[in-house]
Structure formats: C-alpha cells, structure tokens
C-alpha cells in the first residue's frame, strides 16, 4: 500500500449500505504554502471538491483485489488558512453490470502538503448519506452501464462549502485492499457543448442538438417557476423526431426534481454519450442552457497519411472522433448503451490508436487490467471490471493479439513479461480441453441464470453478428468444436509462440500445437472445393472463418486461390461484419499484396451510407441505429480500423 495511504483507513456513512447509495464526506485541513496532493481510492466513484470548486473524478475501474487510487495535485485550488474538502461517492452494489466488479461501499483518502500527512479518512470523518441524490433507486440505463440517477435540488444545502445537518463521525469499514496508482491519465473535463435547440413539441418538451456526437456529464442551468420533475432523455439519434428514451427494456434518461426559481446542475459520475438531449417538465422552464462537460482522455492526434481523398479524409476524422469518445477509465466499446471494455473491441481500438496517437500508455493499462481478471475457468472475463460470471471465450483469443501487437508497436518486453503467466494460464484453459479429435469444443453449462440469451450458460460462444456466428445456433448451445475458435487458438498460439521467443522463451511448444490443431481444423472443416466450413456438419461457409484459417495457416497452397475468390466475390457464403472487417482483409493482403485494392476500394462502399449520413462518428453495424432490434450503436469503435487500413496502405 502506498506509503501516504497506510494510515488512513476505508470508511462509509453507514453501517449497512445498500445498491445505489450516495455517501457525502466532509474534512478540513490548514495550508500556508507548499505541494497539497490529494490521495483518494472509492467503490464505486467519486467526486471531490476543495472550497466547493470540483477538483477531482472518475474512480479508475478496478478489481477490489486490485485495487486503484488517484494522486491530484490541488495546489493551485488550495487557500490560505483554512480549507474544506468535500467528497461524494456513489457505491453501485450491483454483480450484474459489465462495467463494475461488486466490492464493499467505502472511501479512502489522504491530503499531505509537501509529504506530511494533513487530514485522512477516518472514523472520525463526518459523513451522511446524500440527501439531494435519491438513495436506493435502483434504476437501470441498460444492463451492462448500470443505474442512471434522479436528483432533488429542493434537498439541496451548502454542504460543499459550509457545515450542514445530519454529519456524523463514520463508520470504518474493514477491509484490507492492494493499492496501486492509476496506471495511466485522469480524464480532463472540458468546456460545455452547449445544445442548440432545434424542436418543441406542443407539451413543451424541447430537443436540444449537440451538433454531433459528445461523451459527458450533463449540465443545466435554467429558471423553474415552480417546484416540479423535469425527465432529460439523451440519444444518438432522432426517430420519428424524438429521442428513443425507451428500447427494448432500456431507459436513457435521468430525473431532476427542479426547486422553484434557479437551478443550476452539473453531474460529476454518469457519463452520457448522445448527439441529442430531449427534455420534458410539468411545466414550462426559462432560459434553459443544457450541454454536456466532456469527459475526455488525453490524446494528440499524430499526423494522418498523405494524399487522403476528400471521402477517405472524411471518414479519417470520423474514425479518429470515434476513438477518442470511446476512450475513458479504459477501452469501451461504445459510449451510449455499454461503456464496456471487451478483448475483442479494444483489439481493434488499440491498433488504430497506435497510427493515430502513438498511444501505448493506455493500451497498457487496459491490457493489464484484463490480466487482472481472476476466474476459476483460467478464461477471461466478458468485460473488465465486471462481477457477473458471464464471457466470450473467443474473445480471450483475440487477448492473445492485442499483447504481441502492443508489444511490436510499443517495444515494450517488461510488461508482456509480467503478464506471461497470465497469459499461459489462459492457453491452457483451450488446450487442456482439446479432444480426441484434436479440436477444442466450444464451452457450455447451465448454471448462468443472468445470461438468459445463451440460454442460461455462462458461456456465449460468440464469433460476430450473423446467423450461426452469433452463438445462438445449435452447434454453439451443443458445445461442439468450430472452425472459428480452433482457427482464433491455432493463431493465439503462434502470438505465443512469437511472444516467448522475443522475450528469449522457448516457444517451440506453442508452434507445434498450433501445427497440430490446424491439421485438425483441414481434416474437419475442408470441403472438396478447398473453403472452410464453419461447422462439422458441413452446411455454412463465411468470409471470417475462411479468412481466419488462411491467416493461421490452416489453409496450404492448394486452398488459396479458391479462398481469394472466395473473399472477393460475392457468393453464397456468411459476409464478414464491420468488427470483423480486418480478418477479411488481412487474409486478401496476405494472399495477395495486388489485393491493397480492393481494400481500399471496399472500405470506401462499406462506409459511404455512413459517411453520407453526416454524423461525427462510425457505427456498429451497417445498419446503424436500425441494427439489433433499433438498439445499435452509432459510435463504436471496433469500426475505427479505415485508420490502420490508410496508414498502412497509402503510405508505401
């Protein structure tokens, strides 16, 4: 534990919290000169403030096992004499959430000016539970962010910079946490993007555009006449003119209670990603001002590739946009329905990140914080931090790929070092299982009740969006072994393999059983016409798995003309989604390096409904916002990969 922590102990308002909970802490310190650093650790998020002005947020996601605390310089905000800090943190208590693992409410903190200790978290802390946030709600956005939030200014007090009612001495919570210091950036807050009116409806509901796509805590301002609910809905889209607030189960909304007269309102925790915000009260309000504070990682855009087409530049900047709104404690795949780090997505994220950034730093954070993950199975998790006993196990292959890319780009040996074990641990959790056959069935079980659409196994054996990739056809749900997964183990060996041998390894081992397991896959999967089957019933062919096996070298010199046909014409066949895009074109460039072409070519049909849409960012799926069932996401960015397509393609 860090030194200026070890005094300190974890503390809460109660002695029994519950899911939902707002607790509020107060303390004091003197400074007459010097370096004040604030050192603060919370379950589940924090905001703080010194002298009533937000002086730090964001609870880095963590693992209780691993846990993280942040080191803030408030100098510059501290005063002479005096000084009140104040802290809220917002405890989730949830297991069911993919962005959060359950541990204990509690707070711990320290201030020392110049290195000696000044105030620390307590039993003597004062402390309450909020009194202008609603406690114990429990209202969920969707299943994997969590809980939105309802707040009541009428029970506002001057908490923040004067003492108030209903403090006292709080209560230790006992508990015994590593520490470690945030591992890379602290989010920035920006300027507000203030939105622009653009519709009102007879009711006077107003929507309010952003004028693009934006990642933020919401902020008001506005003059109420009277005392009375105002429901503010935020989106990425209008249908039918309004903001969907309602799909299928999920609510994107928050609630103010506004009190008569102003009310001025910005919220430190929920990040919202939205380009419109549509907002509904009993009665009508005055001089509304409502935007978004972005909440932004730190990154420089490095310089693009040269000769960009007017359309390709486009969709450049669209690309890049879509990475950094999808970028925050870590990797998420998108910023309105999920915010959830995944192997898969973040794969992609970081790859184009390294053209686009030169960002290494948080990909090394957000690939260690997946090594953190600790589950009896020896897989990976569906999300990192995340409680509920759910995953992909394909997507702990493509693990295997972000480490030896980020090793290639980054140079970076020490890390992968210390991640090796992990690493061989979550190997032999495929190849303990491999059969008779010598192929590695799919995983299954029936003791997952929170992922009914699998179900009920924790295990979803999931490869892309298309029918019978998707893990909900027969041969998933039967466990039986794929193509897909044996070809995705087969390549996760020889990143091993290569891994282990820079970092002066043997890894002759890993090189043989991916030798093995593609004979296997050739023996299984190959029909007589030189393509890949998807299954061992012999029945569906597609783009990803055909593509897979070439680049994993289960396809020999008598499949590749056949499978390069295959990839570039249009067939009866399982096409590729944008999130799987680049397997596709990895192979076509590996066949050929002529086929730069036709990747260029196809980026620009795949993308130009997108572009020609006229949004700030790429979406999940073709579709857009009309794809799973009206749900689909219009800033993803496993679909930001046209930036390592143009750097590496247009700049030979």
């Known amino acids: 534990m860090n030194q200026l922590l070890c005094n300190a102990k974890w503390i809460w308002c109660n002695a029994n919290p519950k899911a939902d909970e707002y607790g509020e802490f107060v303390d004091k310190f003197f400074f007459n000169g010097g370096k004040a650093v604030l050192k603060i650790s919370a379950d589940s998020n924090y905001a703080a403030y010194l002298n009533g002005e937000l002086v730090a947020f964001g609870q880095y996601a963590d693992f209780p096992h691993d846990k993280v605390y942040d080191e803030i310089d408030i100098t510059a905000h501290c005063q002479s004499g005096e000084n009140r800090l104040a802290i809220i943190v ?32 307590d039993e003597t802390t004062l402390s309450r539970m ?42 230790v919570v006992e508990q015994t946490l590593p520490l470690r210091v945030r591992p890379c950036k602290r989010l920035e807050l920006r300027a507000p993007v203030v939105g622009k009116e653009c519709k009102r409806f007879r009711d006077g509901g107003v929507i ?23 429901i503010i809905s935020y989106g990425e889209h209008l249908e039918d003119g309004c903001v969907r607030r309602l799909i299928d189960g999920r609510d994107f909304s928050v609630v103010y209670r506004a009190k008569a007269g102003k009310n001025v309102f910005l919220n430190p925790f929920r990040r919202l990603g939205a380009a419109y915000l549509e907002v509904h009260s009993e009665l009508p309000i005055d001089d509304m001002q409502i935007a978004l504070r972005p909440t932004m990682y730190p990154l420089e855009e490095k310089p693009r590739p040269k000769g960009l087409t007017s359309f390709q530049n486009k969709l450049y900047d669209m690309c890049v946009r879509t990475l950094v709104l999808c970028a925050h404690e870590h990797y998420e795949d998108c910023p309105w329905r999920e915010q959830g780090l995944y192997a898969m997505d973040s794969r992609n994220q970081m790859l184009c990140g390294y053209y686009a950034f030169s960002e290494y730093e948080f990909a090394r954070a957000s690939l260690q914080l997946m090594s953190k993950d600790n589950r009896e199975d020896g897989l990976l998790s569906c999300c990192y931090p995340m ?22 780009y980054s140079g970076d040996e020490d890390f992968i070092e210390e991640i090796f074990p992990k690493l061989q641990s979550i190997l032999r959790a495929f190849t303990d299982r491999i059969g008779d056959d010598g192929l590695v069935p799919g995983f299954v079980d029936t003791e997952c009740k929170a992922a009914a659409y699998t179900g009920g196994s924790r295990y979803f054996n999931f490869y892309e969006w298309r029918e019978g990739l998707d893990g ?32 002066g390894k043997d890894g002759s081992e890993y090189v043989s059983l991916s030798d093995a397991i593609n004979e296997a896959v050739r023996r299984e999967y190959l029909g007589d016409d030189h393509l890949f089957y998807d299954f061992g019933s012999h029945q569906t062919k597609s783009e990803l798995g055909n593509a897979l096996a070439v680049l994993c070298g289960a396809a020999k010199e008598e499949d590749l003309a056949a499978i390069e046909q295959f990839l570039l014409t249009d067939c009866d066949k399982t096409p590729v989604t944008l999130s799987m895009r680049c397997f596709k074109y990895d192979a ?57 397509y143009y750097h590496t393609l247009l700049n030979q």
Not at 137 to 148: A, P
Not at 209 to 222: A, T
């Open 588 to 644: 076509l460039l590996k066949l050929n390096a002529a086929n730069a072409a036709f990747v260029l070519k196809d980026i620009e049909r795949t993308y130009t409904p997108i572009v020609e849409y006229g949004g700030t960012t790429v979406w999940e799926d073709e579709g857009g916002c009309q794809s799973f069932d009206a749900a689909g996401s219009m800033c993803h960015g496993w679909s930001a990969l046209p930036i390592y």
């Open 90 to 121: 917002w405890y989730y208590g949830i297991d069911t959430s993919l962005v959060y693992y359950l541990g204990k409410a509690a707070l711990m903190y320290t201030v020392a000016v110049d290195g000696d200790v000044c105030c620390q978290s």
């Open 387 to 408: 409680s509920m006993d759910f995953l992909i196990p394909s997507f702990s292959l493509h693990y295997f790929t972000s480490c030896h890319e980020y090793m290639k």
């Open 130 to 171: 909020s009194r202008a946030y609603q406690n114990h709600r429990c209202k969920l956005i969707t299943n994997q962010v969590g809980f939105s939030y309802t707040y009541d200014a009428n029970k506002e007090d001057a908490w923040l910079t004067a003492d108030c009612e209903g403090f006292a001495p709080s209560v």
């Open 208 to 230: 309010y555009d952003l004028g693009g796509e934006e990642v933020g805590f919401l902020q008001m301002e506005f003059t109420a006449p009277y005392e009375q609910s105002v």
């Open 472 to 503: 909900c056809g027969p041969e998933a749900k039967d466990g039986l072994p794929d193509l897909l997964l044996n070809t995705l183990l087969s390549k996760a060996l020889q990143h091993m393999a290569a891994m282990a041998e820079q970092l």
